[in-house]
């Protein structure tokens, strides 16, 4: 009889044990934040140590760090296959229209990879790297923090297509931006909370040129941009050439991580028009848009929520894929 009770207090226990008892084996299948504790339990302090060395350099990395992940996020799911250099049977993500010449920071988590390979070699995957980078990102940009569930593997394939098909552009319509967050389980509040990430960072002039020269396929002007603003980004946008010219997503504080970009689409200066069409195409973005540029703490909360959504996206887990030792290449 004792022996039976002492079986059955052991199963009792196994069954309450959080999962990261087990060693930083992703026994269930699903994502938590302790996954690293026992594993490599300074993966986040060398994270957050190096892409704090990276935005003090450079305050433009951290919104190149979060928008690396969410397009990595938006192919196959949170699994690093926006990393993968071309080479071996792999045509990599880097070429497709969204990141051709803009997608950035790759070096960053190069540097993040190699000094987790140094500290618990082949522990922490290159896709937790990426979404623990977009969270240290944030929160030094002077936005919010969150727990970030880890546990994720890393893919050993990309897609070029899915690449191309599946990140929002910025002269898509409402409609089609919202149905390829839905695609990935995301709804129209993760749309507009995670579109605020635009409050800081760049755009190239080819990004929204359109808007300036009547381009939008009716002849019409773009009235939903301001006339003064579109005047001012004229004179480094021209008709043709300068594409690659930068302007900030919100003018008015480009590298504070706030809610200024949702108060710019009130006044109708959002650079993209797929920020500008948050205001103007829905209501229920629209009643977004305004509730979040009042109540910065209000956006700071979903942005939070969204992004811990976001990074749950299709990972792979348990024996799926594998824990890359260089980001850019699969073992």
């Known amino acids: 009889m004792a022996r039976y009770v002492s079986l059955v207090f052991v199963f009792m226990s196994l069954l309450v044990m959080p999962p990261f008892c087990f060693g930083g084996k992703n026994i269930g299948g699903y994502l ?61 993500e880097k070429n497709s229209n969204p990141n051709r010449n803009s997608a950035r920071g790759f070096e960053v988590i190069d540097a993040i990879k190699s000094a987790l ?69 995301l709804n129209v509040v993760d749309l507009v909370a995670l579109s605020g990430s635009h409050t800081i960072g760049n755009a190239r002039c080819t990004s929204f040129r359109q808007r300036l020269y009547n381009q939008s396929g009716n002849g019409q002007p773009d009235y939903s941009l301001h006339a003064s603003y579109a005047a001012q980004l004229r004179t480094r946008c021209p008709r043709s050439g300068g594409d690659q010219n930068l302007f900030f997503l919100d003018f008015q504080t480009p590298t504070k991580f706030d809610n200024s970009y949702f108060k710019n689409l009130l006044a109708s200066k959002g650079l993209l028009s797929s920020d500008q069409v948050l205001l103007t195409k829905n209501e229920a973005s629209m009643e977004l848009v305004k509730q979040y540029a009042e109540n910065n703490e209000l956006f700071f909360q979903q942005f939070a929520k969204s992004m811990v959504k976001m990074g749950n996206i299709s990972p792979l887990t348990g024996s799926k894929g594998e824990i890359r030792k260089n980001c850019r290449k699969m073992n």
């Open 32 to 92: 938590y934040p302790q996954f690293y504790d026992y594993s490599c339990p300074k993966a986040q302090e060398i994270v957050n140590s190096i892409v704090a060395k990276a935005v003090a350099k450079e305050p433009r990395m951290a919104a190149s760090l979060i928008r690396l992940h969410f397009h990595d996020c938006f192919v196959k799911g949170c699994d690093g296959s926006i990393l993968l250099d071309g080479g071996s049977g792999i045509t990599s």
């Open 117 to 185: 390979e140094k500290e618990c070699p082949q522990k922490v995957s290159c896709a937790d790297a990426l979404a623990l980078a977009a969270r240290d990102s944030t929160v030094l940009a002077g936005g919010p923090s969150w727990e970030v569930p880890l546990g994720r593997r890393d893919s050993k394939s990309a897609s070029l297509s899915g690449s191309n098909n599946n990140i929002p552009a910025p002269n898509n319509t409402f409609q089609t931006i919202l149905t390829k967050f839905k695609l990935q389980g």
